[in-house]
């Protein structure tokens, strides 16, 4: 549970990071795009395909670290109808459904990416899989986190019902 808890901390600091670093990218690429445009007729080619892909990237890598911190869309239908239910075994509940969605989005993706990796469409010089990669890996880190939330839901149960 401990280390599982150091590895999404860990995970989430460096997407904070790495999310900023994407989002300066995009950023700069979007303000060369429009000034070359507006003022030289001319533009990066494949800037726009390049920017469609990082846009991509900061809104999987902000729901990631939404997830993380517990600011991800919740179902609050559930929890407003089970009331008089144990607040941790509604949480459970909610978490285990996310992790089974997590877990069914992440085969989807990954079988995606396999099917992607034998395409030879290109990007500038990088290959369309490597920038659509994010897909699996963000419900990768999902599904850790939810892992975790569902590990934490099951103790603090435990732990309350032997009091």
């Given at each position: 549970m401990d280390f599982l808890r150091k590895l999404n901390y860990r995970l989430y600091k460096f997407q904070k990071i790495f999310i900023v670093i994407v989002f300066l990218l995009l950023l700069s690429l979007s303000l060369i795009?429009?000034?070359?445009?507006?003022?030289?007729?001319?533009?990066?080619?494949?800037?726009?395909?390049?920017?469609?892909?990082?846009?991509?990237?900061?809104?999987?890598?902000?729901?990631?670290?939404?997830?993380?911190?517990?600011?991800?869309?919740n179902i609050d239908v559930a929890s407003q109808f089970f009331k008089k239910i144990n607040k941790d075994a509604v949480?459970?509940?909610?978490?285990?459904?996310?992790?089974?969605?997590?877990?069914?989005?992440?085969?989807?993706?990954?079988?995606?990416?396999?099917?992607?990796?034998?395409e030879t469409s290109k990007i500038i010089f990088i290959p369309v899989w490597i920038l659509e990669l994010i897909l699996p890996l963000i419900f990768l880190f999902m599904l850790l986190s939810f892992l975790q939330k569902i590990l934490e839901s099951l103790f603090s149960f435990k732990r309350k019902n032997k009091k």
């Open positions: 795009q429009v000034l070359l445009r507006l003022f030289f007729n001319f533009g990066v080619e494949s800037a726009d395909s390049i920017i469609r892909y990082l846009v991509m990237w900061v809104g999987f890598l902000g729901a990631s670290l939404a997830t993380y911190k517990n600011r991800h869309i949480n459970f509940i909610i978490n285990l459904f996310s992790f089974i969605i997590c877990l069914l989005f992440f085969i989807a993706s990954f079988i995606f990416i396999l099917n992607e990796v034998n």
